[in-house]
């Protein structure tokens, strides 16, 4: 017996990769991205001011090669080439697909809109990466403003195969279809959005949890570690294979969800969070999270922690695929399409 799913899992159907990608902002998301269709096979071009644009996107290629190598993905097709550009220009140029990946500032990103629409080929999508802007606001001032979509992802890009796809009020429907059809052809899961709201779904539960872990912080009750504890030691195991919902459905019993809700539901009038509030970032605050935070991780470097997350991701996905279950679905599909018997929609 197979998990249901609400969202399109990659690998329904054959999807085309697009011929070439373009990657405007090559931080932690950027960089990512560039590393997930490179390692489909598709060529990229990268643009970013920092001048250390092309040691950070070499260093993330690599660590999405060494994730992928454990999930059993490499090497099946050829690498695409990553190039890093001097210019948007020069970075766009024939791409079919342009991933924004600048600060959250809609005045920026509408800035680089205007250079990239300046060089993009008519019929070229705009997939900004934004954790929650509303694309009606970022394609405000846009000549086409039909070919913006938010393709939300989630870290690491190469490995998590969620991406919220959002569209804005003179968003076509063609380009959100297609933009569904290659992020499901690159192995991951779309998950169409259909209305629009400030920091779409993932970050608004995503938000409402760090609230509540900010308050236990501040309040004394628990420390950074112990509150990371709790997640990783007990329901985040349970989060990560079958969310919320389902999860509580399998605490009814016989009774299911319906049995759940009506023995649990009194407790949601007990005042037990504070969602709708946070506390003061103050210096000291800030201090104290520090602190804890760098406690916690004790002599680790940020490099080692990463590769360790990835360690645990790719085995976790490789379970889950063995189980067919959750993500281990799209890693399953994105095998079955990156197979030597099975590479119609993949590019040399």
């Known amino acids: 017996m197979t998990g249901p799913s609400t969202i399109g899992q990659a690998g329904e159907d054959e999807r085309e990769l697009p011929a070439r990608v373009c990657v405007v902002g090559a931080g932690v998301i950027g960089a990512a991205w560039a590393a997930r269709w490179a390692l489909c096979g598709v060529n990229v071009a990268v643009h970013d001011l920092s001048p250390t644009t092309a040691e950070r996107v070499?260093?993330?290629?690599?660590?999405?090669?060494?994730?992928?190598?454990?999930?059993?993905?490499?090497?099946?097709?050829?690498?695409?080439?990553?190039?890093?550009?001097?210019?948007?220009?020069?970075?766009?140029?024939?791409?079919?697909?342009?991933?924004?990946?600048?600060?959250?500032?809609?005045?920026?990103?509408?800035?680089?809109y205007a250079e990239i629409e300046a060089a993009a080929a008519p019929e070229a999508v705009i997939a900004s990466s934004t954790s929650g802007i509303r694309p009606s606001e970022?394609?405000?001032?846009?000549?086409?403003?039909?070919?913006?979509?938010?393709?939300?992802?989630?870290?690491?890009?190469?490995?998590?195969?969620?991406?919220?796809?959002?569209?804005?009020?003179?968003?076509?429907?063609?380009?959100?279809?297609?933009?569904?059809?290659?992020?499901?052809?690159?192995g991951m899961a779309p998950l169409r959005v259909r209305s629009e709201i400030d920091g779409f779904v993932a970050d608004r539960l995503m938000e409402a949890l760090w609230r509540e872990a900010l308050w236990l912080v501040h309040d004394g009750v628990a420390t950074?570690?112990?509150?990371?504890?709790?997640?990783?030691?007990?329901?985040?195991?349970?989060?990560?294979?079958?969310?919320?919902?389902?999860?509580?459905?399998?605490?009814?019993?016989?009774?299911?969800?319906?049995?759940?809700?009506?023995?649990?539901?009194?407790?949601?009038?007990?005042?037990?969070?504070?969602?709708?509030?946070?506390?003061?970032?103050?210096?000291?605050?800030?201090?104290?999270?520090?602190?804890?935070?760098?406690?916690?991780?004790?002599?680790?470097?940020?490099?080692?922690?990463?590769?360790?997350?990835?360690?645990n991701l790719a085995d976790l996905l490789l379970a889950l695929e063995a189980n067919d279950w959750g993500a281990g679905r799209s890693l399953a599909a994105l095998r079955r399409r990156m197979s030597a018997g099975n590479r119609t929609a993949l590019r040399p």
């Open 224 to 311: 950074v570690a112990e509150i990371d504890d709790a997640m990783r030691l007990g329901f985040g195991l349970r989060w990560a294979q079958m969310g919320v919902f389902q999860t509580y459905a399998t605490a009814g019993g016989e009774g299911g969800f319906r049995h759940f809700i009506e023995h649990f539901a009194p407790t949601l009038d007990l005042p037990w969070t504070k969602l709708t509030d946070v506390p003061a970032l103050t210096p000291e605050f800030i201090a104290t999270l520090i602190a804890q935070s760098d406690e916690q991780s004790g002599d680790q470097p940020i490099a080692e922690l990463c590769a360790a997350r990835d360690r």
């Open 58 to 112: 070499e260093a993330t290629l690599h660590a999405a090669t060494v994730a992928w190598e454990r999930l059993g993905l490499l090497p099946i097709v050829p690498l695409g080439d990553v190039t890093v550009a001097g210019g948007i220009g020069d970075a766009v140029g024939d791409a079919v697909l342009v991933h924004e990946c600048v600060p959250e500032r809609p005045e920026i990103k509408q800035a680089v």
């Open 138 to 186: 970022l394609q405000s001032t846009m000549m086409h403003p039909e070919r913006l979509v938010v393709g939300h992802p989630f870290n690491p890009v190469y490995l998590l195969p969620l991406v919220e796809v959002v569209g804005g009020d003179r968003t076509s429907e063609h380009t959100i279809e297609r933009a569904m059809d290659w992020f499901a052809a690159a």
